[in-house]
């Protein structure tokens, strides 16, 4: 069921002392689906490393409840309704990381995923494609020469890869450095609003 979702995506680090401690709490209740553990790293461990890291910025999804069984269902309520349903970390100066040609052209989407109790309803997609628009807004902040938005999915990762693709970015090549085995990657450039 797609809702259109309504996502906000709330950079962590700079949010207030309460708000990032709500926003936290949110991200260590994600839960992966099975099939996704050997795709996507432990949430609480993905935004540890984000936390202590200058260069690597965590964001958290969040979302309206579309109902009270969701709101009940997903802890991290924000106030207003608000939950939190996902997590992402842009990695400035790491996209070769993924396989792509230079550091310094692209920002690295790493660690990005959706509670599997909220997957197929949306908040993916226009997740995903509000953090092209957050790393095109980091890129102009930090005055870096990023064009775009560069990712590794593995290849075995087919919903990934479609998802992505909905969201606008484009397959790009292989990359065979992954820990799970080979990567697709996929680049959305910030001009592609």
Same mark, same amino acid.
């Given at each position: 069921?797609?809702?259109?979702? +309504?996502?906000?995506?709330?950079?962590?680090?700079?949010? &207030?002392d309460?708000?990032?401690?709500?926003?936290?709490?949110?991200?260590?209740a994600?839960?992966?689906? &099975? %099939? =996704?553990?050997?795709f996507?790293?432990e949430p609480?461990a993905?935004? =540890?490393v984000?936390?202590?890291? &200058?260069?690597?910025?965590?964001?958290?999804v969040?979302?309206v409840?579309q109902? &009270?069984? $969701?709101?009940d269902?997903?802890p991290?309520?924000?106030g207003?309704?608000r939950?939190?349903?996902?997590?992402?970390?842009?990695?400035?100066?790491?996209? /070769?990381?993924a396989?792509?040609?230079?550091n310094?052209? %692209?920002?690295?989407? /790493?660690g990005?995923?959706? +509670?599997r109790?909220? =997957?197929g309803?949306?908040?993916?997609?226009?997740?995903?494609?509000?953090a092209v628009?957050?790393?095109g807004? $980091?890129?102009?902040?930090?005055?870096?020469p990023?064009?775009g938005?560069? $990712?590794?999915?593995n290849?075995r990762n %087919?919903?990934?890869? /479609?998802a992505?693709?909905?969201?606008?970015?484009?397959?790009v090549g292989?990359?065979l450095?992954?820990?799970?085995?080979? =990567? /697709?990657?996929?680049?959305?450039?910030?001009?592609?609003?």
């Open positions: 069921m797609d809702t259109s979702a +309504d996502v906000t995506l709330i950079p962590v680090k700079t949010s &207030p309460a708000m990032r401690s709500d926003l936290l709490a949110g991200i260590c994600l839960e992966l689906a &099975p %099939a =996704q553990a050997a996507v790293g609480s993905m935004a =540890q984000a936390l202590a890291e &200058p260069d690597r910025h965590i964001f958290a969040t979302a409840a109902s &009270p069984a $969701l709101a269902s997903m991290g309520a924000l207003g309704g939950v939190v349903v996902g997590m992402g970390v842009l990695h400035v100066g790491a996209a /070769r990381s396989g792509w040609h230079d310094e052209a %692209a920002i690295l989407l /790493r990005f995923l959706v +509670d109790r909220v =997957q309803m949306g908040y993916g997609t226009a997740a995903t494609e509000a628009e957050l790393a807004n $980091l890129a102009a902040e930090l005055a870096l990023a064009l938005l560069v $990712l590794g999915v290849e %087919a919903a990934g890869i /479609r992505y693709g909905k969201a606008g970015f484009g397959d292989l990359y450095g992954g820990r799970s085995g080979p =990567q /697709r990657i996929m680049y959305r450039p910030f001009d592609a609003f």
